[in-house]
């Protein structure tokens, strides 16, 4: 049955089915007494709502993390932060690898569609380096963060905070523990602390740039014109966001939220705003009391998010180039979309624009359809859909106050956001064929 059923999906419906198979095992373990502290079970819709939160990489909670589950609950969290942040066909082959079994040809492709590759040849090989610069980054980081954590909080609760935070991190999940002494609070506490600044914040960039840029970056080291333009694309961008963002950030809280920090505290803040807004979901300062200026820049940022192929959501980096050019050169005029000396074709530009426009669609529907049902403010309302489909989990709080249907939009977000909204919508047709009709043409006006 389960042969038969993986021969008929398509690749597309297979990511979208394994996904949802990997929330529906971690909600009902979470539903379980030993799952929280209190030894109660836990409402189904709350424990999926998680779930989802956590295998999407999102950060969304209706509940306080530290306080509501136990450490198995905890440990169940994590494990889907990392299947999820890395995909769960990439965590299978490598298992398959260690077994050695043999790798098809179709779950090759399946590969390849995860982690969202321009070609299946070396696929198994890129899915060894993920696995091992993975491990590395993040055994990195949570030692880091242990170092800093340890004197604070002793040995075992130290050396656990590292290793949960730094996966969380690399995952760009956004799911904290800090929150035992201020509920919610994230990282608040450490907004001047370097080594967890700085730690953290490397982590979100190195998940969120992609795997592809990784693999390519470890072939030609620093050789910048040497590197493939979808590299050249994710590193510009990701570094004009980054510092673009920042810069915004203080120029717009400088005499507000931030106006009682010392001068590193400032920058450090503006920095970790800027990058966390790219899909984890941490905070280093109350989203809440955010300028509706900064709110806005926060939900453009999470709208655009990381790279493709990462363990970040939005249209990403290279939706957001290729359009602009694309606009560019139709203002300009010019035949063709050009970037760093080479051509993108009509395909490229078509994809971003459906990935563009599908994202937009459900958000703007998404916003509608939560004010409709519940008197919340259109600010949050938008800062928390946006936060959903892009995978990112900041907040202005209101996560814990939605209703049941409100839960359920969310949740479909934080899916779509995760397997890409048009990948979504294509899992839905299948492989049903077109017909090679062209049909007559005819103009009509447009703007």
């Not at 299978?92 to 050695?100: A, D, E, H, K, Y």
């Not at 459900?362 to 509608?368: D, P």
Request: charged content about 15%.
């Amino acid at each position: 049955m389960l042969k038969l059923l993986y021969k008929k999906l398509t690749q597309t419906q297979m990511i979208a089915v394994g996904f949802l198979t990997i929330i529906l095992a971690g909600a009902l373990l979470l539903t379980l007494p030993i799952s929280s502290k209190d030894g109660q079970m836990t409402n189904f819709l709350d424990a999926f709502f998680t779930a989802t939160s956590a295998s999407c990489v999102t950060g969304l909670v209706v509940s306080n993390t530290v306080e509501k589950w136990s450490l198995f609950g905890q440990l169940v969290i994590l494990g889907m932060i990392q299947i999820g942040g890395l995909g769960f066909m990439t965590i299978g082959v490598f298992f398959s690898i260690i077994l050695r079994r043999k790798i098809g040809l179709r779950t090759r492709g399946i590969l390849q569609e995860s982690v969202n590759t321009m070609q299946i040849g070396g696929i198994v090989r890129l899915a060894k380096k993920i696995i091992i610069g993975t491990v590395f980054f993040e055994g990195l980081g949570a030692i880091l963060l242990s170092i800093r954590f340890i004197p604070e909080f002793g040995v075992l609760r130290g050396s656990f905070y590292g290793i949960f935070h730094s996966i969380s991190a690399f995952c760009n999940a956004g799911f904290d523990l800090m929150g035992k002494e201020i509920p919610y609070a994230s990282f608040t506490g450490y907004y001047d602390d370097w080594i967890i600044n700085l730690t953290i914040m490397t982590l979100i960039v190195v998940g969120g740039i992609g795997f592809l840029v990784w693999d390519d970056i470890w072939t030609h080291k620093w050789k910048f014109r040497q590197y493939k333009l979808h590299t050249k694309i994710v590193i510009s961008a990701t570094l004009v966001l980054i510092f673009g963002g920042a810069v915004l950030f203080y120029l717009f809280e400088n005499s507000h939220i931030i106006s009682d920090m010392s001068p590193s505290g400032k920058i450090l803040s503006s920095l970790f705003s800027s990058v966390t807004a790219r899909t984890a979901g941490f905070n280093t300062v109350d989203t809440a009391a955010l300028q509706d200026s900064s709110k806005l820049l926060t939900i453009v940022l999470m709208f655009i998010g990381g790279s493709p192929g990462s363990t970040a959501g939005g249209i990403k980096t290279t939706t957001l180039v290729v359009m602009i050019f694309y606009l560019r050169e139709n203002i300009t005029q010019n035949r063709c979309c050009n970037i760093y000396g080479r051509r993108l074709s009509d395909d490229v530009i078509k994809k971003a624009s459906a990935v563009l426009c599908t994202n937009l669609f459900l958000s703007v529907g998404a916003v509608i359809l939560i004010t409709a049902i519940q008197p919340i403010p259109m600010t949050d309302v938008l800062l928390e859909v946006f936060s959903a489909i892009g995978t990112v989990g900041m907040s202005t709080g209101i996560t814990r106050d939605l209703n049941a249907i409100s839960k359920i939009i969310i949740i479909f977000l934080m899916y779509c956001g995760r397997i890409g909204s048009l990948s979504f919508a294509l899992s839905l047709r299948g492989n049903k064929k077109t017909t090679p009709v062209v049909q007559p043409v005819e103009q009509i006006t447009i703007g």
